[in-house]
């Protein structure tokens, strides 16, 4: 597996990573803990270091199975989570709290159920409009003075968030979607971090699963699935958006490759400093995504790419009005 730096940070990670979500809440019941333990282990394995959890997945619950699982391999490893959503006693989320104390019991408590002594990568989860971000930089500036965090995140914030925060604690690593059918990064974000030196770690690489060609017209989610919430997979948007994963599975026949593979390889492509982080419940899903890293885009490749992608605009919204919520602030 390749390795990349995260911008200016002097992180280095592999260059695809692994999303740990799904593997404990999102897409349904989670993965058997044993199973979930294995999965992780087989990604370090096949040379995979960035492992990206939140104590929100479960909550709580994903980071004890991440650091179960990455307890023999600490050292080999980067381990990001995140802070910043508060939930009630039933588990259920509560809002944002960014405020510098509560900041602080999330790490500690963090550093406990990740089986570890620092946090590689802490990551505010969602701007809170209730805390200026400079509180939010400063006291995770102070975590790392203290030695318990080595890198700051923010996650799915804007270019002026960027900005402010960067000049507090440097920022190491923004965490937001992107993908072939969500672009808007490239709008104001992606320049502002090739500026700031800050890399990218792109989440729901794959279209939360759409672009790999498995969500077909009739799809069968579980009940707890969020996708059922997505506008953008709502029936009419599916069956509209099911011409950019034709043209996507055109291309990665050409390239005898597979369209998830050829979505990684595409981001992957984009900048040296990004690293997107793909989940899977599933080691055969795993080992394809990886290949994903081994393939080269050409500029006849991209061009292409960037021609279907023009003629077939994505449909829907990408979040619920109350999570598109929590992104627009």
Same mark, same amino acid.
């Given at each position: 597996?390749q ?7 002097? &992180?280095e ?25 294995? &999965? ?73 159920? &990740? ?15 209730? !805390?200026?971000?400079?509180? !939010? ?8 003075r203290?030695?318990? !965090? ?10 002026a968030t ?23 990064p490239?709008?104001k ?21 759409? &672009? ?31 011409a950019? !994963? ?59 790419i ?24």
């Amino acid at each position: 597996m390749q390795k990349r730096q995260l911008g200016k940070s002097g &992180l280095e990670v592999s260059a695809l990573g692994l999303g740990c979500m799904g593997l404990s809440s999102g897409y349904g019941p989670a993965l058997d803990r044993g199973e979930a333990v294995e &999965l992780i282990r087989a990604a370090v394995e096949r040379g995979v270091t960035l492992f990206d959890t939140a104590e929100a997945y479960g909550p709580y619950v994903n980071e004890e199975l991440v650091g179960e699982a990455l307890a023999p391999v600490r050292d080999q490893v980067v381990i990001a989570t995140k802070f910043g959503f508060a939930f009630t006693s039933e588990g259920g989320m509560n809002g944002t709290d960014s405020r510098p104390e509560h900041i602080r019991a999330v790490a500690e408590a963090a550093l406990k159920r &990740l089986k570890t002594d620092v946090i590689d990568l802490f990551y505010q989860h969602r701007v809170d409009p209730a !805390v200026p971000i400079e509180e !939010v930089a400063g006291a995770v500036k102070d975590l790392i003075r203290a030695g318990k !965090v080595k890198h700051f995140g923010l996650s799915e914030a804007g270019a002026a968030t960027l900005r402010r925060a960067h000049a507090v604690q440097p920022v190491a690593a923004l965490q937001s979607e992107y993908s072939l059918w969500w672009r808007e990064p490239e709008q104001k974000v992606l320049p502002t971090l090739e500026e700031l030196g800050i890399g990218f770690v792109p989440f729901s690489p794959l279209g939360r699963g759409f &672009l790999t060609g498995a969500v077909d017209e009739t799809p069968k989610f579980d009940a707890k699935d969020f996708r059922h919430n997505v506008p953008r997979f709502r029936a009419a948007a599916r069956k509209a958006n099911h011409a950019l !994963v034709d043209e996507v599975v055109r291309i990665a026949a050409a390239k005898r490759a597979t369209p998830a593979q050829i979505a990684l390889a595409w981001l992957l492509a984009q900048k040296p400093w990004i690293a997107p982080i793909p989940g899977t419940t599933k080691l055969q899903r795993l080992e394809e995504n990886l290949g994903g890293a081994a393939i080269e885009l050409t500029a006849q490749d991209l061009a292409e790419i960037e021609a279907a992608l023009a003629r077939t605009p994505v449909q829907g919204d990408r979040y619920s009005p109350y999570m598109q919520a929590l992104v627009d602030r």
